[in-house]
Each structure stands twice: as C-alpha cells, then as structure tokens.
C-alpha cells in the first residue's frame, strides 16, 4: 500500500502485473467463450452467415448480390477447416476463421499473390489463415476497427476484461493442424489484423509490400514451432490455453 501511495503522488500509475496465473486465463476465458470447429451443416453455414453480414452488408468488401442465400463462401472453404466461437451468455456465434490446407492443386491465395513466398517455405507444409471475422456487436463492445482492441485481461484491483476472441480460435487451428505435418502458417492480413496478433504475442514475418486483395493486404508466414516457442515467452498464460498446455504443438 505505502509503495502504491508512492507511485500515485509522483503521478504515475502503479505497475500492473503483466501474466496471471496460466490456468486464470484459461478458466477465465471459458467463462465467456467456447471454441469449437464448425462441420459442414447448420453450424458452417452460421459461419457463412457471420461472414455475409461482415464482408457484404457492413464492410461493402465482396458485393452482396453474388451471395443471393446471404451465406459468404468461395472456393476455398472445401479445401479448409473452419474455426468458430460462441459467447456463453447468449449462445451466440460472435467469431469465425478457416484454415486452408494445400490440398491436390490447390494453390493457396497467398503463394498466388506472392510467389517469392515459396522461397521460405514449402507449401505442401503449410496453411493459411483465413476469414478472420468478428461480429459487429463485439467490435462495439471493444470500440475498436474490425478486429477488436487487445488489452491487458488482468486490469487493477481484480477488475478482469474479457479476453480477445482470438485466442480462440487460434486454439481450434492449432488444434487442426497437429499431426498434418503443418510446418508454417501464411496469411494475406490487413495492416490491423497483423498489429492485433502482435498485441496477443503472434509475430508474423513480411514477405514483400502490401498487395490487392480486396484491399491492400500483407502476405506473411511464420513457422510454427517459432511462433510458439515466442509466445511461451513473452505471454505464458497465452501460451498455456492455446496450447492447451502444451498439447497442441
């Protein structure tokens, strides 16, 4: 108490612990979210749904009238598996992502819109992240772009905040990939997109300047194994649920 007078009477603001408890986070976060994948059916087409109201009706980024069912797919979903996530209080469908897999012929979006990628890395053993979409009532809730604000969710005096929904997601898709041989994550990211990664500890390497793609986007990859290990670092508790601790890579 006296070292948090102090600090008040010089006019800063107390150090806040940076980690919780790893298992805090976990359970905090099943508090308000489940994660799960979404198989073809009422649950993937939800999804769709989801995607139709953020990329057509709200961003204006894909046209509305070439998706007459309002459901958003292209032809890379039958190539991918697909990540949402529900919010507890309500049971509603607040999150979706899909992971593509380089099936037979299938090229995946960002080696077509940047080639120099298969100098990194092979694309038989990577994915690519895509579709990352927020529902519109939890982006108010955050106040924040299409993504979402990234904050600490251990605030002062006990206060906690609702962790980002990313993380997820980012959990099924790790989830996804084990023992594919998966080696590498690509994705074609809007600017914001790569900055609110980052803000979680997800460090994603550039490969190049930004491209078109429905917008300007930047291709980038990391390998798996990396990305992990630095996160276990610099975000344990992160580390601990996405992993399931530990059993996802």
């Known amino acids: 108490m006296a070292t948090e007078a102090q600090t008040k009477r010089r006019g800063r603001k ?22 799960m994948p979404a198989l073809p059916g009422p649950m993937l087409n939800e999804a769709f749904r989801l995607r139709y109201r953020v990329l057509c009706d709200e961003r204006q980024i894909l046209k509305a009238k070439a998706y007459p069912d309002h459901m958003e797919s292209d032809e890379f979903d039958a190539h991918a598996m697909h990540a949402v996530l529900r919010y507890r209080p309500d049971n509603s469908l607040v999150a979706t992502m899909r992971v593509i897999f380089p099936d037979a012929g299938v090229t995946l979006p960002v080696f077509a819109r940047a080639p120099q990628l298969h100098d990194d890395i092979d694309m038989r053993a990577a994915v690519e ?17 299409y993504y979402g604000e990234v904050s600490e969710w251990l605030a ?10 990313a ?3 980012m959990r099924v898709a790790l989830e996804f990939i084990q023992g594919r ?11 914001a997109l790569l900055k609110m990664f980052e803000g979680l500890g997800f460090h994603f390497a550039p490969v190049g300047g930004l491209v078109e793609c429905h917008g300007l986007r930047q291709p980038c990859y990391a390998k798996v194994e990396s990305l992990l290990r630095r996160i276990k670092t610099e975000r344990p508790e992160i580390w601990y649920y996405i992993t399931d601790s530990g059993r996802f890579g």
Not at 156 to 165: E, L, S, T
Not at 181 to 191: C, I, N, S
């Open 167 to 169: 993380l997820g997601l």
């Open 129 to 145: 992240l895509s579709r990352f979409i927020v529902a519109r009532d939890f982006r108010r809730r955050w106040n924040d772009g």
């Open 14 to 35: 107390p150090l806040l612990p940076r980690h919780s408890a790893p298992q805090e986070l976990a359970d905090h976060y099943h508090q308000y979210f489940d994660a």
């Open 181 to 191: 041989g998966v080696t590498h994550v690509a994705a074609l990211a809007e600017p």
């Open 156 to 165: 002062g005096d006990n206060q906690r905040r609702i962790p980002h929904m």
